[in-house]
């Protein structure tokens, strides 16, 4: 699986098809049966994606001299991800009306959104600055907001009834205006959604009667969570930015159905499964960071046995940071994206804004290189000749260093000139700064590093775990460049860097399982002097009948697509706290129901022992009784996912034709006598010690003096340090 | 990051006609080498008169260089009120709203500060009568001398370009 060897003789099955259209670019992932892949590139169509869904595919299949019509009958998965519902928002433009029914006095919700709002997503500089603060724009007019008189209260009791007429004079008012979607938010009807049936009730009878083409979503079927501002965003969301995709992703089913491919393309969601296209709740498959390495991650782990990973992904833009406990990722309930918090359940990742594309620039005021934020990214530097990059970039840096190979960017493909890339970083870094070239390079490089180090350091201790407790793992086509610097001192347990490091996430795109996820707000107390009988029939009771309710939403969602209740794999999470703390411990039940003692027992088990991990045992506090503030529902279904390659292991010496031969490198201040190695040549048993560069098709893997690696039977290098 | 943006760019940015992302962009980047200058230049051009403008100082107001080595602070309209270092508040028009009638006139009712523990200067230009500062302040207050510019230590040492002279 390391790279795709080009022999004509042999028939490809492509098994598993992953394709990512981005804004510009559609890129294609294509995986045989053997582990086998090979990628492809077409231009995004946005009138109709499917066409360069189809022509991206067929650039791929080229490769294994497939047309898609021979092709597409092999393929067992296919997943799908787009972004043209992100950009519906962050452009805020949408092909559908919608309109909104709030409750009455909550009609500004959306404009006023929350006070993080005003720098989500910004720079860190920006977000300190309060001149550089802005609300975003709503995402729908005032004028197509009303407001309907209505309350109810947190603990769900009725405080205003609904006033019916209201309801009427809005939906009418709503009509005249000729929306495709009416959104229904309001307040606390995750905790009772009386009100809102009633309105959609209501509305169905008036749209009947007006013989209008207009649908009602209401917050409480698709969101049911706490926070209106987070729910109202994401419920309009899926009217304005997710449902008008739906004719979009039907057309690459029948795209796929025409080219005699017999598989159902699934979607990849932001909790970290796919889903199938039809779905009811498209808006979770809005996503806006690379979650494909998390998920290829967890899978490595649970197929190697890593059970804690630390995962880490520098591309041209950004360095992205991710836990793994357990063989399971954390979820962010409250994501950033295009400058709207959501309720919806993200795999958790931290991302900088540093990467190998990253500007170079010294500041004029304090006589101080910075590193980003902006960057070059697919760009590369000033050192590629053939873009127009005039700022030095981190990688013009590894250029003049030595460390990467200039006749080997990504493969060949991409021409680099070494001597554009000395004449810039001493015109523009080395020169302001009276510093040597290399001296300046390297003075670069160390920045971004120390910077990686602390940021992978806060992400780990800040969680209140320790880095010895973890292994890391690298991957991105920038990662391996840096592992060495990045990871140093921090005392993880290994450093792990697998040689399909520069495909990894779309590796784990296809190694994503057919997942369906709900999450419902509670407020389920279980207090402290009930016994476990008592609380099993109250509090227990009602989380087995929010369970329930959700594992029906996932059932539902599965009969989409013929899925039958006996193939899914259920499994049950919540949120739990001591009675009365402000934050809640996300624990995976063993069990499915909590309605006898014995059950209960054991979710409250598990929650303490969750809470230990995560804080110490002196920090329990059980004698405070507990409370449940979420529960949820995962239901997966098996599908075909890549092999993780293991292979015989050799000798320790690499074979002689892995040996590229060797050139002088800059480390440390020194010029240094540097073997090549070429990295997909290299056999497993392997081991190499620093300095020494290992040159891949995508990616370059260096190993600086100190430090040693070795190849396992996987093909996923161990790297360590010699002191 | 420009070294340095079109004239047409500083204008807009004067004239607050610039988009949010625009805006922002300039915010976040290192400052432009020039854009002290540029923006004092779109300001010399729009006044009628010929005095150079040292400074901008408030919104209308200005740091002017006269004939004879002083530094005035001059109204846009040709106003001038006092020295650099001066209070050019202490010159000026002042309206006074410190009775419930008065504030009634500009807020809703219920909405306004207690006469009795807080009032509203306006201070007006006696030139041309443009609304130049509003402080909200207790009865009795003095008038704050806010803001005395270091011309000297600005173009010595921070731009390093001699000081305009008339």
């Known amino acids: 699986m390391a790279s795709s060897e080009d022999d004509p003789a042999e028939r490809h099955n492509a098994e598993i098809l992953s394709i990512d259209a981005g804004g510009t670019m559609t890129d294609t992932f294509l995986m045989d049966s053997d582990g086998e892949f090979t990628v492809g590139k077409a231009k995004t169509t946005p009138d109709d994606e499917s066409r360069g869904f189809i022509r991206s595919s067929q650039d791929a299949l080229e490769d294994w001299n497939l047309s898609v019509e021979e092709g597409f009958p092999d393929l067992v998965s296919t997943v799908y991800s787009g972004t043209a519902m992100l950009n519906r928002l962050v452009e805020r433009e949408s092909e559908v009306d919608v309109g909104i029914l709030i409750t009455g006095g909550m009609e500004d919700t959306l404009r006023m959104g929350r006070g993080r709002q005003s720098y989500t997503g910004y720079s860190y500089s920006d977000r300190l600055h309060v001149n550089t603060h802005k609300h975003p724009e709503p995402l729908i007019p005032r004028n197509r907001i009303r407001g309907v008189r209505e309350r109810i209260d947190v603990k769900g009791n009725t405080l205003v009834p609904l006033y019916e007429d209201g309801v009427r004079d809005g939906v009418n008012d709503l009509l005249d205006q000729g929306v495709d979607h009416i959104v229904v938010m309001f307040l606390h009807s995750y905790k009772n959604e009386d009100h809102e049936h009633r309105t959609k009730e209501i509305a169905e009878e008036i749209i009947d009667e007006r013989d209008a083409d207009t649908t009602v979503m209401l917050s409480s079927e698709y969101y049911p969570t706490l926070k209106e501002s987070e729910r109202l965003n994401t419920v309009t969301a899926e009217a304005f930015a997710a449902e008008p995709s739906r004719d979009q992703l039907s057309n690459i089913q029948e795209a796929v159905d025409e080219q005699g491919g017999d598989v159902g393309v699934r979607v990849m969601a932001s909790h970290g499964g796919t889903i199938d296209i039809h779905a009811n709740e498209l808006a979770r498959t809005l996503i806006s960071g690379p979650i494909g390495g998390m998920i290829g991650a967890n899978y490595f782990g649970q197929k190697l046995d890593y059970e804690n990973l630390v995962c880490t992904d520098i591309g041209g833009t950004s360095f992205d940071m991710g836990i793994i406990i357990d063989n399971d990722w954390q979820i962010d309930y409250s994501p950033e994206m295009a400058r709207l918090l959501l309720s919806l359940p993200m795999v958790n990742m931290e991302s900088v804004g540093a990467g190998t594309g990253s500007y170079v620039r010294v500041n004029p005021t304090f006589d101080k290189i910075e590193l980003g934020p902006e960057s070059a990214g697919d760009q590369v530097g000033v050192s590629a000749v053939e873009t127009d990059v005039e700022t030095v970039t981190v990688t013009d840096c590894h250029v003049a260093m030595g460390w990467i190979n200039p006749d080997n960017f990504l493969g060949g493909d991409m021409p680099i000139d070494r001597d554009v890339a000395e004449q810039e970083i001493e015109a523009q870094v080395a020169e302001p700064l009276d510093m040597g070239v290399y001296e300046a390079a390297q003075g670069v490089i160390d920045i971004l590093e120390s910077k990686l180090r602390n940021d992978l350091e806060a992400v780990v201790t800040g969680e209140g775990y320790a880095p010895s407790n973890f292994k890391c793992l690298s991957y991105g086509g920038g990662g391996p460049v840096h592992t060495a610097g990045y990871t140093k001192d921090l005392g993880f347990d290994e450093v792990l860097i697998p040689e399909w490091a520069a495909a990894f996430s779309a590796f784990g795109c296809g190694a994503a399982d057919y997942e369906y996820r709900y999450d419902q707000t509670t407020s389920i107390d279980i207090d402290p002097d009930l016994s476990m009988r008592e609380a099993a029939e109250t509090a227990g009771a009602e989380l087995t009948e929010v369970w329930k309710r959700l594992e029906q939403k996932v059932v539902n969602e599965f009969e989409n697509s013929n899925i039958g209740r006996d193939e899914i794999d259920f499994q049950y999470h919540i949120l739990g706290q001591y009675q009365g703390q402000l934050n809640s411990i996300d624990i995976e039940s063993p069990v499915g129901r909590a309605d006898t003692p014995e059950k209960l027992e054991r979710v409250l088990d598990t929650f303490e022992a969750g809470y230990r991990r995560q804080y110490s045992e002196e920090a329990r506090s059980p004698e405070l009784g507990h409370t449940i503030t979420q529960a949820s529902v995962r239901g997966v279904r098996d599908v075909v996912k890549p092999e993780i390659p293991t292979e015989q292991l050799q000798d320790t010496e690499p074979p002689e034709d892995a040996y590229k031969g060797s050139r002088e490198a800059y480390w440390d201040g020194e010029w240094m006598e540097t073997e090549i190695y070429d990295l997909h040549a290299l056999q497993p048993g392997n081991e190499l010690s620093g300095p020494a560069v290992m040159e891949g098709a995508a990616t370059t893997y260096t190993l600086p003096p100190d430090c040693e690696t070795r190849l396992d039977e996987h093909r996923v290098h161990h790297l360590t340090r010699t002191e | ?166």
Not at chain 2, 124 to 153: Q, R, S
């Open chain 2, 1 to 166: 990051m420009p070294e340095s943006y079109p004239r047409e760019h500083i204008e807009d940015l004067v004239d607050d006609n610039l988009e949010w992302n625009q805006l922002h962009d300039m915010m976040s980047d290192y400052k432009d080498a020039d854009r002290f200058q540029k923006v004092r230049d779109v300001l010399q051009e729009r006044v009628d008169w010929d005095d150079p403008i040292i400074i901008p100082y408030a919104e209308h107001l200005y740091v002017v260089a006269k004939p004879d080595d002083r530094w005035v602070i001059k109204c846009d309209c040709g106003h001038e009120f006092c020295e650099h270092d001066e209070n050019w508040k202490a010159d000026a028009l002042i309206n006074v709203r410190d009775s419930e009638e008065e504030y009634l006139e500009i807020y809703p009712e219920d909405m306004h500060p207690h006469p009795d523990y807080m009032e509203l200067r306006e201070f007006f230009c006696p030139g041309c009568n443009t609304l130049l500062e509003v402080t909200n302040v207790m009865p009795g207050y003095p008038l704050i001398h806010e803001f005395e510019p270091d011309i000297e230590t600005f173009y010595n040492e921070w731009i390093e370009e001699p000081i305009p002279t008339a």
